[in-house]
C-alpha cells in the first residue's frame, strides 16, 4: 500500500471515527465501555494517546493538544488532523523504524495497527454510548486481515482480551467482535 492509499484509508477510518466520538451525548463519556477497565473517555483517551505518541518512535514530537477530560471531541480532533497531516507528507510518513514487528514505516503502522484501533474502538465507543454500532462491511474485512498477521501477539498484554464464543449463524461484524474479546 503506497503512501496516498494510506493517508486515505486513515482519512476516510477518521472520518467514521469522529462522527462517532461528536454523537456521544456529553453526560455519557463517563459510562462503562466493552473493555472491562475502560470508560468510554478511557477508550479515546487510548486512541489519543497511542496516536500522538507514536510518531516519537521516530523523532516526530508532537504538541500536546486538547485534553480529553476537558474536551473529548476537540482532543480527538487535534488527534486526528495532527496525524493526517503526517501521513500527507510523506517524507514523514515513510521514515523508518525496527519495531515488534521488523522493520516498518511510521505510515505503514498507521495505516494498519492504528487504522484497527479506529474501527474496534469506534465500535467500543458506540456500544457504550448508545451510538451507531454498525461496521462497514470493508472495514470488518480490513480488521479480520490484519489480525490474521498477528494471531499470535493479538491476546498479549494490553492487546485483546480472550475470544467470546458466539453462534456458528453470527454474522461476520459479530465473529470478529467475538474474536476480539467483545460481547455483542
Known amino acids: ?10 482519512r476516510r477510518l ?11 451525548p456529553a453526560d455519557s463519556w463517563d459510562a462503562q465501555s466493552p473493555c472491562s477497565e475502560w470508560t468510554a473517555r478511557e477508550v479515546l483517551r487510548h486512541v489519543v494517546d497511542g496516536q500522538l505518541e507514536f510518531p516519537s ?29 503526517i501521513l500527507d507528507d510523506p517524507a514523514k510518513s515513510e521514515i523508518e523504524y525496527d519495531g515488534g514487528m521488523g522493520k516498518s514505516t511510521l505510515g505503514a503502522s498507521i495505516g494498519s495497527f492504528f487504522c484497527v484501533d479506529l474501527v474496534v474502538h469506534g465500535w467500543d ?3 457504550a454510548t448508545g451510538g451507531d454500532e ?10 479480520s486481515n490484519f489480525i490474521e ?5 493479538m491476546r498479549g498484554p ?3 482480551g480472550p475470544e467470546v464464543e458466539t453462534t456458528a449463524d453470527a454474522d461476520d461484524q ?4 467475538a474474536y476480539l474479546g467483545r460481547s455483542v
Open 158 to 160: 494490553g492487546a485483546f
Open 125 to 127: 465507543i458506540a456500544r
Open 174 to 177: 459479530t465473529k470478529l467482535l
Open 149 to 153: 498477521g498477528i494471531a499470535d501477539m
Open 57 to 85: 518512535k521516530v523523532g516526530i514530537e508532537l504538541p500536546k493538544g486538547p485534553s480529553v477530560d476537558d474536551d473529548p471531541v476537540a482532543a480527538w480532533e487535534y488527534t486526528r488532523t495532527t496525524i493526517q497531516a
Open 14 to 24: 477518521a472520518t467514521g471515527f469522529s462522527e462517532r466520538v461528536a454523537a456521544v
Open 134 to 143: 454498525t461496521i462497514p462491511p470493508d472495514d470488518i474485512a480490513f480488521v
Open 1 to 10: 500500500m503506497n503512501t496516498t492509499e494510506i493517508a486515505d484509508r486513515y
